[in-house]
């Protein structure tokens, strides 16, 4: 139960990062037809690469935080499992004794 909790907590977190992103990428649009409207076309795409640079910046660090969030979902959820005494899953890619592939 704790285990799908924590899964609840973790998904809220990104949900409300991602809620975050979205709200400065509709900033950023806004201020581009502002701007649009208001100079000209030459400082508006300047403007609107800064903005699409902020906007990158942002999602970077959403996506930083989220699999940092993964990550320590993923080891609360082995530490439980090796505490109940259920074998934890091997890890994506991780190489076994029984693999007779290429």
């Known amino acids: 139960m704790n285990e799908q909790k924590g899964l609840a907590v973790a998904s809220h977190g990104l949900m409300a990062r991602a809620a975050g992103t979205v709200f400065t990428g509709l900033v950023g ?25 902020w906007g990158l910046r942002g999602t970077r660090r959403a996506e930083v935080a989220a699999e940092s969030a ?4 993923a080891d609360v959820v082995a530490e439980a ?22």
């Open 70 to 73: 993964r990550l320590k979902v």
């Open 29 to 53: 649009v806004s201020a581009y037809e502002i701007l649009r409207k208001a100079v000209g076309t030459a400082p508006v795409h300047r403007a609107a690469v800064t903005a699409t640079e």
């Open 81 to 102: 499992r090796e505490r109940i005494g259920e074998d934890a899953a091997a890890p994506v890619g991780a190489k076994t004794d029984d693999d007779d592939c290429c």
